[in-house]
Protein backbone atom coordinates (compact mmCIF):
# COMPACT_ATOMS: atom_id res chain seq x y z
CA UNK A 1 0.00 0.00 0.00
CA UNK A 2 1.41 3.61 -0.85
CA UNK A 3 0.11 6.42 1.25
CA UNK A 4 0.50 10.51 0.51
CA UNK A 5 1.24 12.26 3.11
CA UNK A 6 1.50 16.13 3.46
CA UNK A 7 4.22 17.55 5.61
CA UNK A 8 4.12 21.44 7.12
CA UNK A 9 7.47 23.26 7.80
CA UNK A 10 8.89 23.48 11.11
CA UNK A 11 11.78 25.17 10.34
CA UNK A 12 15.42 24.94 9.22
CA UNK A 13 18.81 24.34 10.83
CA UNK A 14 22.38 24.26 10.84
CA UNK A 15 22.51 20.79 12.40
CA UNK A 16 19.97 18.57 13.00
CA UNK A 17 20.22 15.27 15.53
CA UNK A 18 17.92 12.48 15.75
CA UNK A 19 18.12 10.81 18.22
CA UNK A 20 18.96 12.72 21.73
CA UNK A 21 20.55 9.22 23.58
CA UNK A 22 24.35 9.14 24.35
CA UNK A 23 25.98 10.32 21.15
CA UNK A 24 22.98 12.22 20.32
CA UNK A 25 23.27 14.74 23.15
CA UNK A 26 27.01 15.58 22.72
CA UNK A 27 26.83 15.90 19.16
CA UNK A 28 23.58 17.95 19.84
CA UNK A 29 25.91 20.27 22.47
CA UNK A 30 28.84 20.40 21.05
CA UNK A 31 27.48 21.75 17.31
CA UNK A 32 25.91 24.06 19.45
CA UNK A 33 29.23 25.30 21.46
CA UNK A 34 30.92 25.26 18.03
CA UNK A 35 28.06 27.59 17.29
CA UNK A 36 25.91 26.03 14.74
CA UNK A 37 21.67 26.84 15.24
CA UNK A 38 21.04 22.72 16.43
CA UNK A 39 17.81 20.71 16.44
CA UNK A 40 18.14 17.45 18.74
CA UNK A 41 14.77 15.55 18.49
CA UNK A 42 13.85 12.30 20.19
CA UNK A 43 11.20 9.95 19.88
CA UNK A 44 10.71 10.01 23.75
CA UNK A 45 10.08 12.22 26.09
CA UNK A 46 13.73 12.22 28.13
CA UNK A 47 17.40 12.88 27.01
CA UNK A 48 19.87 10.33 27.15
CA UNK A 49 18.83 6.91 25.66
CA UNK A 50 20.74 4.14 26.74
CA UNK A 51 22.50 5.92 29.28
CA UNK A 52 20.05 7.60 31.42
CA UNK A 53 16.38 5.53 30.54
CA UNK A 54 18.37 2.06 29.56
CA UNK A 55 20.35 2.54 33.12
CA UNK A 56 23.75 1.33 31.59
CA UNK A 57 26.97 2.34 32.98
CA UNK A 58 29.43 4.87 31.56
CA UNK A 59 32.43 2.74 30.53
CA UNK A 60 35.16 3.01 30.09
CA UNK A 61 37.61 6.67 30.42
CA UNK A 62 40.46 5.11 31.45
CA UNK A 63 42.95 2.10 29.89
CA UNK A 64 41.99 -1.76 29.97
CA UNK A 65 44.07 -3.81 31.91
CA UNK A 66 42.81 -8.06 32.15
CA UNK A 67 45.24 -8.51 35.74
CA UNK A 68 42.98 -7.16 38.52
CA UNK A 69 46.35 -6.23 40.50
CA UNK A 70 47.53 -4.18 37.58
CA UNK A 71 44.51 -2.94 36.78
CA UNK A 72 44.14 -1.40 40.25
CA UNK A 73 47.59 -0.38 40.86
CA UNK A 74 48.52 0.85 37.53
CA UNK A 75 45.03 2.23 36.29
CA UNK A 76 42.43 2.64 38.77
CA UNK A 77 44.29 3.85 41.55
CA UNK A 78 46.97 6.16 38.91
CA UNK A 79 43.59 8.12 38.31
CA UNK A 80 43.91 9.95 41.54
CA UNK A 81 47.60 10.63 40.67
CA UNK A 82 47.93 11.65 37.20
CA UNK A 83 44.64 10.72 35.48
CA UNK A 84 45.41 11.96 32.13
CA UNK A 85 48.35 9.01 31.93
CA UNK A 86 45.56 6.28 32.03
CA UNK A 87 42.50 8.38 30.69
CA UNK A 88 41.48 7.63 26.92
CA UNK A 89 37.67 9.56 27.18
CA UNK A 90 38.19 13.40 28.55
CA UNK A 91 36.13 16.57 26.32
CA UNK A 92 32.54 16.62 27.18
CA UNK A 93 31.74 13.20 28.88
CA UNK A 94 34.51 14.02 31.04
CA UNK A 95 33.02 17.20 31.79
CA UNK A 96 29.18 15.83 31.84
CA UNK A 97 30.54 13.11 33.99
CA UNK A 98 32.61 15.09 36.11
CA UNK A 99 29.71 16.90 37.05
CA UNK A 100 28.00 14.57 38.61
CA UNK A 101 30.43 12.72 40.47
CA UNK A 102 31.61 16.05 42.17
CA UNK A 103 28.21 16.59 42.85
CA UNK A 104 27.33 13.49 44.73
CA UNK A 105 24.90 11.97 41.81
CA UNK A 106 27.45 9.35 40.47
CA UNK A 107 29.86 7.08 41.34
CA UNK A 108 33.70 6.97 40.26
CA UNK A 109 36.97 5.99 41.27
CA UNK A 110 39.10 8.41 43.11
CA UNK A 111 36.72 11.41 42.07
CA UNK A 112 37.31 10.37 38.33
CA UNK A 113 35.55 8.49 35.47
CA UNK A 114 37.74 5.04 35.17
CA UNK A 115 36.15 1.62 34.29
CA UNK A 116 32.12 2.20 35.47
CA UNK A 117 29.98 5.36 36.65
CA UNK A 118 26.90 4.68 37.93
CA UNK A 119 24.56 7.30 38.15
CA UNK A 120 21.45 8.50 39.77
CA UNK A 121 19.06 8.07 36.84
CA UNK A 122 16.93 11.74 37.24
CA UNK A 123 20.07 13.57 37.73
CA UNK A 124 21.85 12.33 35.04
CA UNK A 125 18.72 13.42 33.02
CA UNK A 126 18.36 16.32 34.38
CA UNK A 127 22.17 17.14 33.83
CA UNK A 128 22.11 16.26 30.07
CA UNK A 129 19.02 18.83 29.96
CA UNK A 130 21.20 21.54 31.61
CA UNK A 131 24.20 21.17 29.72
CA UNK A 132 21.93 21.22 26.25
CA UNK A 133 19.73 24.37 27.43
CA UNK A 134 22.85 25.88 28.70
CA UNK A 135 24.22 24.88 24.69
CA UNK A 136 21.55 26.26 22.92
CA UNK A 137 20.16 23.18 21.39
CA UNK A 138 16.52 23.50 20.77
CA UNK A 139 14.93 20.21 22.03
CA UNK A 140 11.95 18.58 19.72
CA UNK A 141 10.27 15.32 22.23
CA UNK A 142 7.90 12.89 21.23
CA UNK A 143 9.70 13.48 17.20
CA UNK A 144 10.86 10.32 15.35
CA UNK A 145 12.25 10.76 12.59
CA UNK A 146 10.40 8.49 9.26
CA UNK A 147 11.45 10.08 6.30
CA UNK A 148 14.92 12.01 4.45
CA UNK A 149 14.66 14.65 2.06
CA UNK A 150 17.44 14.34 -0.01
CA UNK A 151 18.51 16.41 -3.65
CA UNK A 152 20.48 13.22 -5.62
CA UNK A 153 22.72 12.43 -3.16
CA UNK A 154 22.67 14.66 -0.64
CA UNK A 155 20.47 15.29 2.84
CA UNK A 156 18.58 18.48 2.84
CA UNK A 157 16.25 17.50 6.10
CA UNK A 158 13.91 15.24 7.51
CA UNK A 159 10.35 14.44 8.15
CA UNK A 160 9.38 13.79 11.19
CA UNK A 161 6.58 12.50 12.70
CA UNK A 162 4.88 14.07 16.76
CA UNK A 163 1.36 14.98 17.80
CA UNK A 164 0.96 18.05 14.98
CA UNK A 165 1.52 15.21 12.57
CA UNK A 166 4.34 15.14 9.30
CA UNK A 167 6.67 18.33 9.67
CA UNK A 168 9.53 18.98 7.28
CA UNK A 169 12.94 20.16 9.25
CA UNK A 170 15.43 21.65 6.50
CA UNK A 171 19.05 20.93 7.67
CA UNK A 172 22.53 21.98 6.51
CA UNK A 173 24.14 18.87 8.19
CA UNK A 174 21.77 15.77 9.62
CA UNK A 175 23.31 13.67 12.43
CA UNK A 176 22.37 9.94 12.80
CA UNK A 177 22.15 9.01 16.26
CA UNK A 178 19.43 7.22 16.73
CA UNK A 179 21.27 4.03 17.67
CA UNK A 180 19.95 1.99 14.63
CA UNK A 181 21.11 4.08 12.02
CA UNK A 182 17.39 4.46 10.85
CA UNK A 183 18.30 8.04 9.08
CA UNK A 184 20.77 6.47 6.94
CA UNK A 185 18.96 3.48 6.20
CA UNK A 186 16.09 5.36 5.09
CA UNK A 187 18.91 7.54 2.97
CA UNK A 188 19.53 4.73 1.03
CA UNK A 189 23.44 3.83 3.12
CA UNK A 190 24.16 0.60 2.48
CA UNK A 191 24.18 -1.30 5.84
CA UNK A 192 24.58 -4.77 7.42
CA UNK A 193 21.83 -5.96 9.47
CA UNK A 194 23.54 -7.72 12.57
CA UNK A 195 26.33 -10.33 11.52
CA UNK A 196 27.86 -11.12 8.16
CA UNK A 197 27.97 -14.38 6.84
CA UNK A 198 31.97 -13.49 7.07
CA UNK A 199 31.73 -12.63 10.87
CA UNK A 200 29.69 -15.93 10.92
CA UNK A 201 31.81 -18.51 9.65
CA UNK A 202 34.77 -16.74 11.44
CA UNK A 203 33.06 -17.45 14.82
CA UNK A 204 32.23 -13.97 15.73
CA UNK A 205 28.52 -15.13 15.48
CA UNK A 206 25.93 -18.28 15.40
CA UNK A 207 24.51 -17.08 11.82
CA UNK A 208 24.78 -14.48 9.85
CA UNK A 209 22.28 -12.06 10.29
CA UNK A 210 22.49 -12.44 14.11
CA UNK A 211 22.03 -9.95 16.63
CA UNK A 212 23.66 -9.45 20.06
CA UNK A 213 20.66 -10.80 22.76
CA UNK A 214 18.48 -8.22 24.73
CA UNK A 215 18.83 -6.93 27.92
CA UNK A 216 18.00 -5.02 30.72
CA UNK A 217 19.99 -3.33 33.56
CA UNK A 218 17.57 -3.00 36.56
CA UNK A 219 17.31 -1.30 40.10
CA UNK A 220 16.55 -2.41 43.74
CA UNK A 221 16.64 -0.99 46.72
CA UNK A 222 17.08 -2.23 50.13
CA UNK A 223 20.28 -4.06 49.28
CA UNK A 224 22.25 -4.14 52.48
CA UNK A 225 25.88 -4.73 50.85
CA UNK A 226 27.68 -5.34 54.51
CA UNK A 227 25.82 -8.65 54.40
CA UNK A 228 26.06 -9.79 51.38
CA UNK A 229 29.86 -8.81 51.25
CA UNK A 230 30.14 -10.87 54.31
CA UNK A 231 28.35 -13.85 52.79
CA UNK A 232 30.36 -13.68 49.77
CA UNK A 233 33.80 -13.23 51.87
CA UNK A 234 32.64 -17.14 53.29
CA UNK A 235 31.88 -18.10 50.36
CA UNK A 236 34.23 -16.75 47.78
CA UNK A 237 33.16 -19.41 45.38
CA UNK A 238 30.44 -17.21 44.91
CA UNK A 239 32.04 -14.37 43.82
CA UNK A 240 33.05 -14.10 40.48
CA UNK A 241 35.03 -10.64 38.80
CA UNK A 242 33.50 -8.79 36.54
CA UNK A 243 35.08 -8.87 33.50
CA UNK A 244 35.30 -5.80 32.72
CA UNK A 245 35.52 -3.78 36.02
CA UNK A 246 38.22 -6.19 37.32
CA UNK A 247 37.86 -5.98 40.85
CA UNK A 248 38.87 -8.51 43.69
CA UNK A 249 36.60 -8.84 46.39
CA UNK A 250 38.54 -6.76 48.66
CA UNK A 251 38.71 -4.19 45.77
CA UNK A 252 34.82 -4.06 45.87
CA UNK A 253 34.47 -3.47 49.51
CA UNK A 254 36.94 -1.05 49.48
CA UNK A 255 35.56 1.01 47.15
CA UNK A 256 32.00 0.37 48.23
CA UNK A 257 32.95 1.51 51.57
CA UNK A 258 34.61 4.80 49.93
CA UNK A 259 31.58 5.65 48.28
CA UNK A 260 32.75 4.63 44.93
CA UNK A 261 31.82 2.40 42.24
CA UNK A 262 32.09 -1.19 42.55
CA UNK A 263 31.15 -4.09 40.45
CA UNK A 264 30.96 -8.01 40.71
CA UNK A 265 29.53 -11.12 39.83
CA UNK A 266 27.59 -13.56 42.16
CA UNK A 267 27.81 -16.98 41.08
CA UNK A 268 24.05 -18.25 41.58
CA UNK A 269 25.26 -22.19 40.64
CA UNK A 270 22.06 -24.33 41.53
CA UNK A 271 19.90 -21.42 41.82
CA UNK A 272 20.22 -20.46 38.80
CA UNK A 273 16.79 -18.66 37.45
CA UNK A 274 17.65 -19.54 34.10
CA UNK A 275 18.70 -23.17 32.42
CA UNK A 276 22.83 -23.35 32.97
CA UNK A 277 25.09 -21.48 35.20
CA UNK A 278 24.19 -17.93 35.91
CA UNK A 279 26.32 -15.20 37.32
CA UNK A 280 24.28 -12.07 38.51
CA UNK A 281 26.04 -8.64 37.77
CA UNK A 282 25.43 -6.26 40.53
CA UNK A 283 26.78 -2.18 40.56
CA UNK A 284 26.22 -0.10 42.73
CA UNK A 285 24.50 3.16 43.21
CA UNK A 286 25.26 6.86 44.88
CA UNK A 287 22.26 5.85 47.26
CA UNK A 288 23.96 3.03 49.55
CA UNK A 289 20.93 0.47 49.37
CA UNK A 290 20.43 1.06 45.96
CA UNK A 291 22.18 -1.33 43.05
CA UNK A 292 21.39 -2.06 39.17
CA UNK A 293 21.36 -5.63 38.32
CA UNK A 294 21.87 -7.33 34.84
CA UNK A 295 18.84 -9.50 33.96
CA UNK A 296 18.74 -12.39 32.48
CA UNK A 297 18.60 -11.65 28.41
CA UNK A 298 16.43 -12.72 25.68
CA UNK A 299 16.52 -13.01 22.03
CA UNK A 300 18.90 -15.42 20.91
CA UNK A 301 17.79 -17.74 18.11
CA UNK A 302 17.36 -16.72 14.30
CA UNK A 303 13.43 -15.98 15.04
CA UNK A 304 13.91 -13.94 18.04
CA UNK A 305 16.79 -11.55 17.44
CA UNK A 306 15.88 -9.31 15.46
CA UNK A 307 16.23 -5.39 16.76
CA UNK A 308 14.61 -3.79 14.34
CA UNK A 309 11.16 -5.91 14.05
CA UNK A 310 8.66 -4.17 16.50
CA UNK A 311 7.27 -7.34 17.48
CA UNK A 312 10.17 -9.08 18.60
CA UNK A 313 11.08 -5.73 20.40
CA UNK A 314 7.72 -6.00 22.17
CA UNK A 315 7.85 -9.47 23.27
CA UNK A 316 11.35 -9.19 24.53
CA UNK A 317 10.36 -6.32 27.11
CA UNK A 318 7.91 -8.52 28.46
CA UNK A 319 10.11 -11.45 28.91
CA UNK A 320 12.49 -9.27 30.13
CA UNK A 321 10.70 -8.17 32.95
CA UNK A 322 9.62 -11.25 33.61
CA UNK A 323 13.22 -12.78 34.26
CA UNK A 324 13.78 -9.67 36.30
CA UNK A 325 11.47 -10.78 38.78
CA UNK A 326 12.18 -14.28 38.48
CA UNK A 327 15.76 -13.34 39.32
CA UNK A 328 14.71 -11.21 42.27
CA UNK A 329 12.58 -13.58 43.85
CA UNK A 330 15.26 -16.09 43.41
CA UNK A 331 18.05 -13.81 45.23
CA UNK A 332 15.59 -12.80 48.05
CA UNK A 333 15.31 -16.64 48.84
CA UNK A 334 18.88 -17.98 48.31
CA UNK A 335 21.24 -14.83 48.82
CA UNK A 336 21.81 -13.01 52.70
CA UNK A 337 21.62 -9.47 51.91
CA UNK A 338 18.72 -9.45 49.12
CA UNK A 339 16.16 -10.68 51.54
CA UNK A 340 13.56 -7.49 51.53
CA UNK A 341 15.25 -5.93 47.84
CA UNK A 342 12.40 -4.37 45.62
CA UNK A 343 12.67 -3.99 42.34
CA UNK A 344 12.01 0.04 41.81
CA UNK A 345 12.57 0.39 38.06
CA UNK A 346 12.75 -1.73 34.82
CA UNK A 347 14.20 -0.21 31.65
CA UNK A 348 12.98 -0.02 28.17
CA UNK A 349 13.99 -3.26 26.09
CA UNK A 350 18.07 -2.69 25.97
CA UNK A 351 19.00 -3.58 22.02
CA UNK A 352 22.61 -4.42 21.57
CA UNK A 353 23.08 -3.97 18.17
CA UNK A 354 21.56 -3.67 14.95
CA UNK A 355 22.61 -1.96 12.02
CA UNK A 356 26.18 -1.33 11.12
CA UNK A 357 26.39 1.45 8.52
CA UNK A 358 28.45 0.58 5.70
CA UNK A 359 31.07 3.94 5.98
CA UNK A 360 33.99 5.67 4.24
CA UNK A 361 36.08 3.05 6.34
CA UNK A 362 35.48 -0.27 8.35
CA UNK A 363 37.23 -0.24 11.62
CA UNK A 364 38.04 -3.91 11.71
CA UNK A 365 38.43 -5.80 15.29
CA UNK A 366 42.30 -6.22 14.64
CA UNK A 367 42.48 -2.42 14.14
CA UNK A 368 41.23 -2.78 17.69
CA UNK A 369 42.96 -5.23 19.44
CA UNK A 370 46.36 -4.13 18.12
CA UNK A 371 45.70 -0.42 19.09
CA UNK A 372 46.13 0.93 15.44
CA UNK A 373 46.15 4.89 15.17
CA UNK A 374 44.64 6.37 12.60
CA UNK A 375 45.67 9.70 10.72
CA UNK A 376 41.96 10.67 10.99
CA UNK A 377 41.57 9.28 14.98
CA UNK A 378 38.81 11.31 16.69
CA UNK A 379 38.21 9.38 19.46
CA UNK A 380 39.62 6.51 21.99
CA UNK A 381 38.60 3.69 23.95
CA UNK A 382 39.12 0.89 26.39
CA UNK A 383 36.26 -1.35 26.68
CA UNK A 384 37.28 -4.82 25.68
CA UNK A 385 35.05 -6.39 23.44
CA UNK A 386 31.77 -6.86 24.17
CA UNK A 387 30.01 -9.39 22.11
CA UNK A 388 29.00 -13.66 22.44
CA UNK A 389 30.49 -16.01 21.11
CA UNK A 390 33.88 -14.20 20.91
CA UNK A 391 36.14 -16.96 18.93
CA UNK A 392 38.97 -18.35 21.80
CA UNK A 393 42.13 -16.63 19.81
CA UNK A 394 40.78 -13.12 20.22
CA UNK A 395 39.33 -14.02 24.24
CA UNK A 396 42.86 -14.45 25.32
CA UNK A 397 44.98 -11.30 23.47
CA UNK A 398 46.76 -9.68 26.42
CA UNK A 399 45.03 -6.58 27.33
CA UNK A 400 47.85 -4.66 29.14
CA UNK A 401 47.07 -0.72 29.49
CA UNK A 402 45.34 -1.45 26.31
CA UNK A 403 43.23 1.85 24.24
CA UNK A 404 42.23 1.39 20.86
CA UNK A 405 41.57 4.42 18.19
CA UNK A 406 38.08 5.39 15.99
CA UNK A 407 38.80 7.07 12.58
CA UNK A 408 36.64 9.89 11.44
CA UNK A 409 35.49 7.93 8.43
CA UNK A 410 33.48 5.39 10.38
CA UNK A 411 31.09 8.03 10.59
CA UNK A 412 30.80 8.76 6.93
CA UNK A 413 27.97 6.79 5.49
CA UNK A 414 28.88 5.42 1.77
CA UNK A 415 26.55 7.05 -1.21
CA UNK A 416 25.17 9.90 0.80
CA UNK A 417 26.51 13.81 1.71
CA UNK A 418 25.71 15.84 4.78
CA UNK A 419 24.85 12.80 7.04
CA UNK A 420 27.72 11.25 9.72
CA UNK A 421 26.08 9.06 11.78
CA UNK A 422 27.82 8.80 15.33
CA UNK A 423 27.02 6.23 18.08
CA UNK A 424 26.69 2.05 17.77
CA UNK A 425 25.83 1.70 14.25
CA UNK A 426 29.19 3.37 12.95
CA UNK A 427 30.84 1.29 10.71
CA UNK A 428 32.28 -1.22 12.13
CA UNK A 429 32.80 -5.07 12.01
CA UNK A 430 30.71 -6.93 14.72
CA UNK A 431 33.58 -7.64 16.48
CA UNK A 432 35.31 -3.75 16.48
CA UNK A 433 31.55 -2.68 17.31
CA UNK A 434 31.60 -4.66 20.50
CA UNK A 435 34.24 -2.27 21.92
CA UNK A 436 33.03 0.93 20.24
CA UNK A 437 29.27 0.92 21.26
CA UNK A 438 29.61 1.58 25.13
CA UNK A 439 28.30 4.95 25.89
CA UNK A 440 31.70 6.44 26.59
CA UNK A 441 33.14 5.83 23.40
CA UNK A 442 30.00 6.85 22.33
CA UNK A 443 29.67 10.31 23.72
CA UNK A 444 33.28 10.79 22.12
CA UNK A 445 31.94 10.01 18.56
CA UNK A 446 28.82 12.50 19.45
CA UNK A 447 31.26 14.87 20.14
CA UNK A 448 33.23 14.62 17.07
CA UNK A 449 29.96 14.23 15.07
CA UNK A 450 28.76 17.58 16.38
CA UNK A 451 32.04 19.71 16.15
CA UNK A 452 32.58 17.94 12.61
CA UNK A 453 28.93 19.12 11.47
CA UNK A 454 29.00 22.50 12.85
CA UNK A 455 32.56 22.90 10.80
CA UNK A 456 31.03 21.69 7.60
CA UNK A 457 28.43 24.85 8.13
CA UNK A 458 30.87 27.45 8.73
CA UNK A 459 32.88 26.56 6.53
CA UNK A 460 30.39 25.63 3.33
CA UNK A 461 31.75 22.26 2.87
CA UNK A 462 30.15 18.57 3.74
CA UNK A 463 30.95 16.35 6.46
CA UNK A 464 33.30 14.39 4.00
CA UNK A 465 35.44 17.58 2.94
CA UNK A 466 36.11 19.20 5.95
CA UNK A 467 40.22 19.13 6.89
CA UNK A 468 40.43 16.05 9.39
CA UNK A 469 43.67 17.43 10.85
CA UNK A 470 41.17 21.16 11.46
CA UNK A 471 38.78 18.63 12.93
CA UNK A 472 41.34 16.45 15.52
CA UNK A 473 42.87 20.04 16.58
CA UNK A 474 39.44 21.54 17.46
CA UNK A 475 38.44 18.52 19.31
CA UNK A 476 42.26 17.98 21.37
CA UNK A 477 41.25 22.28 21.85
CA UNK A 478 38.35 21.49 23.33
CA UNK A 479 40.10 18.74 25.54
CA UNK A 480 39.20 15.54 24.14
CA UNK A 481 41.66 12.93 23.69
CA UNK A 482 41.96 11.83 19.43
C1 LIG B 1 21.42 -4.20 28.49
C2 LIG B 1 22.55 -3.30 28.10
C3 LIG B 1 23.53 -2.99 29.02
C4 LIG B 1 24.56 -2.15 28.68
N1 LIG B 1 25.52 -1.86 29.62
C5 LIG B 1 26.48 -0.98 29.34
C6 LIG B 1 27.39 -0.58 30.35
O1 LIG B 1 27.34 -1.02 31.48
N2 LIG B 1 28.34 0.33 30.00
C7 LIG B 1 28.41 0.87 28.76
O2 LIG B 1 29.24 1.74 28.53
N3 LIG B 1 27.56 0.51 27.78
C8 LIG B 1 26.59 -0.40 28.05
N4 LIG B 1 25.71 -0.76 27.07
C9 LIG B 1 25.89 -0.23 25.70
C10 LIG B 1 25.49 1.23 25.56
O3 LIG B 1 24.54 1.58 26.52
C11 LIG B 1 24.92 1.55 24.16
O4 LIG B 1 25.60 0.88 23.15
C12 LIG B 1 25.02 3.06 23.88
O5 LIG B 1 24.44 3.76 24.96
C13 LIG B 1 24.34 3.38 22.57
O6 LIG B 1 24.32 4.77 22.37
P1 LIG B 1 23.57 5.40 21.13
O7 LIG B 1 23.62 6.86 21.26
O8 LIG B 1 24.06 4.79 19.87
O9 LIG B 1 22.05 4.89 21.29
P2 LIG B 1 20.99 5.26 22.42
O10 LIG B 1 21.62 5.70 23.69
O11 LIG B 1 20.08 4.09 22.48
O12 LIG B 1 20.23 6.51 21.82
C14 LIG B 1 19.38 6.45 20.71
C15 LIG B 1 18.30 7.51 20.92
O13 LIG B 1 17.60 7.71 19.70
C16 LIG B 1 16.20 7.74 19.94
N5 LIG B 1 15.60 7.30 18.67
C17 LIG B 1 15.65 6.07 18.12
N6 LIG B 1 15.07 6.07 16.90
C18 LIG B 1 14.67 7.34 16.68
C19 LIG B 1 14.03 7.98 15.58
N7 LIG B 1 13.74 7.33 14.45
N8 LIG B 1 13.75 9.30 15.70
C20 LIG B 1 14.05 9.99 16.83
N9 LIG B 1 14.66 9.43 17.90
C21 LIG B 1 14.98 8.12 17.81
C22 LIG B 1 16.01 6.80 21.11
O14 LIG B 1 14.82 7.06 21.81
C23 LIG B 1 17.26 7.10 21.95
O15 LIG B 1 17.07 8.16 22.85
C24 LIG B 1 24.64 -1.60 27.38
C25 LIG B 1 23.66 -1.90 26.44
C26 LIG B 1 22.62 -2.74 26.78
C27 LIG B 1 21.55 -3.04 25.78
Known amino acids: MKYQIEAKPYGSYDVVVCGGGTAGCFAAIAAAREGAKTLLIERSFTVGGMLTVGEAGITKFSEHCRD ?7 VLDELAKAPAKVQVVRGLAHEYVKRMIDGGTALGTHGEPGSYVFTDKAEAQWGLMQMLKEAGVEVLYDTRAVLVNKKEDTVTGVVVCNKEGFCEIGARVVIDATGDADVAALAGVPFY ?12 AAFAGEMQHFGTMYRVRNLDFARLFDYLKKNPDRFVEHEFGVMSLENVIESYNRGEMCVFRIDLKDWSPVRGSYHVQVYNLP ?9 PGCGTGKDNSNGLDARILSNAQYTLQKGAYRLTEVLRECVPGFETVRVTYIPDVGVRET ?18 DFEDSIACGGHPID ?26 PLNVENLLVAGRPISAERGASGATRPTAQCMALGEAAGVAAAMAVK ?24
Open 68 to 74: VDVYKNE
Open 355 to 372: RHIAGEYRLTVIDVLSGK
Open 387 to 412: IHPLPKEVEHVDLNHWRFHIPYRVML
Open 193 to 204: AGATEEEASAGF
Open 459 to 482: ENKTPKTIDMQELRARLVENGAIV
Open 287 to 295: EKDEAILLG
